[in-house]
């Protein structure tokens, strides 16, 4: 969708160039809070999402325990809102992400940007052993980024997607990919609707006016949620596999040579998203953690908000 800025290649958005834009709440307190964007009908569900300051209960939770068979695990950021210096934030990065931070035009994309991947490395750092400055990341055929270290060959599966100033980063055991809007009205029309299967617009045209938007919206950041969990990219067509428009619970589909099982996000603020694994899902543990990720460290004068 045109607008703004909303992935980076961290987020395989190598093989998907291009944003969208989005509009996000403001923070809401700690505890647990239902996800539910505009436009979505009564009955609608969207995963649990548990709201948490970072500290080292935290870490502790989670130290050493990757995700098992059937478990998926979505942690999530403001990336407006977040207490760590971006200054500070640059300096857990590698040498490539620093010069990727310092390309962007403007000042809200290098600080999104830093932001975003400071959090991957942080997230991580909580499953593994290392620093969170240790962390090397590679690539696969069409892009889709891997971590290649320390230790290698540990398998493990992430995947992050941002849209204006909310990060999702998502982590398996096997393949996925994960994606997030803000929510707009006005993405019932054809210029969007025309990257559907044939199946899902004839499903649309058959929704009445004010529930297509939101229809629309579940049906893209689905299909990119599987193209990034496959690794394709664009190489597989979004109008090539149909996904459910309507269904909350975990649904099976087909697209790029295997079974993708999808699972219907909506995070506590005007945003939607989806997850897509290679397995039937147990459960869906979702997360929006707020600040600061790293305690105060040395400040890196120059790096513009």
């Known amino acids: 969708m045109a607008g703004a800025v909303c992935n980076d290649p961290m987020g395989a958005d190598l093989q998907n160039p291009g944003g969208r834009a989005g509009k996000i709440a403001e923070a809401v307190p700690d505890g647990v809070a239902e996800g539910r964007s505009p436009g979505n009908?009564?009955?609608?569900?969207g995963v649990p999402w548990a709201v948490r300051r970072v500290d080292r209960s935290v870490a502790a939770e989670v130290a050493g325990r990757w995700p098992g068979a059937g478990e998926v695990r979505v942690w999530a950021v403001r990336l407006n809102s977040w207490q760590d210096d971006p200054d500070a934030l640059?300096?857990?990065?590698?040498?490539?992400?620093?010069?990727?931070?310092?390309s962007f035009v403007f000042a809200r994309h290098r600080r999104q940007f830093v932001i975003s991947h400071?959090?991957?490395?942080?997230?991580l750092s909580w499953y593994v052993p290392a620093r969170p400055d240790e962390?090397?990341?590679?690539?696969?055929?069409?892009?889709?980024?891997?971590?290649?270290?320390?230790?290698?060959?540990?398998?493990?599966?992430?995947?992050?997607?941002h849209c204006a100033e909310l990060a999702l980063l998502a982590l398996a055991a096997g393949p996925v990919g994960v994606d997030v809007e803000g929510f707009r009205a006005d993405l019932a029309g054809p210029a969007v609707a025309g990257h559907f299967h044939p199946e899902e617009r004839r499903e649309l045209?058959?929704?009445?006016?004010?529930?297509?938007?939101?229809?629309v919206q579940r049906c893209w950041?689905?299909?990119?949620?599987?193209?990034?969990?496959?690794?394709?990219?664009?190489?597989?067509?979004?109008?090539?596999?149909?996904?459910?428009?309507?269904?909350?619970?975990?649904?099976?589909?087909?697209?790029?040579?295997?079974t993708w099982y999808l699972t219907h996000l909506e995070p506590p603020a005007e945003a939607v998203g989806a997850v897509a694994v290679a397995f039937r899902p147990a459960g869906v543990r979702a997360t929006l953690l707020?600040?600061?990720l790293f305690p105060q460290v040395p400040r890196r004068p120059g790096l513009a908000r």
């Open 41 to 45: 009908p009564p009955g609608f569900p």
């Open 90 to 102: 640059y300096t857990v990065l590698s040498d490539e992400e620093r010069k990727r931070a310092d």
């Open 118 to 123: 400071a959090f991957v490395r942080r997230v």
């Open 135 to 161: 962390f090397r990341f590679g690539a696969g055929r069409y892009g889709k980024p891997v971590v290649a270290g320390p230790p290698a060959g540990i398998g493990l599966e992430f995947n992050l997607s």
């Open 205 to 215: 045209d058959a929704l009445p006016p004010d529930a297509r938007a939101a229809a």
């Open 221 to 258: 950041t689905r299909k990119e949620a599987v193209v990034k969990a496959a690794g394709t990219g664009l190489a597989t067509p979004l109008d090539s596999f149909r996904v459910p428009l309507g269904a909350a619970a975990a649904a099976p589909v087909a697209a790029a040579g295997r």
């Open 290 to 292: 707020t600040g600061p």
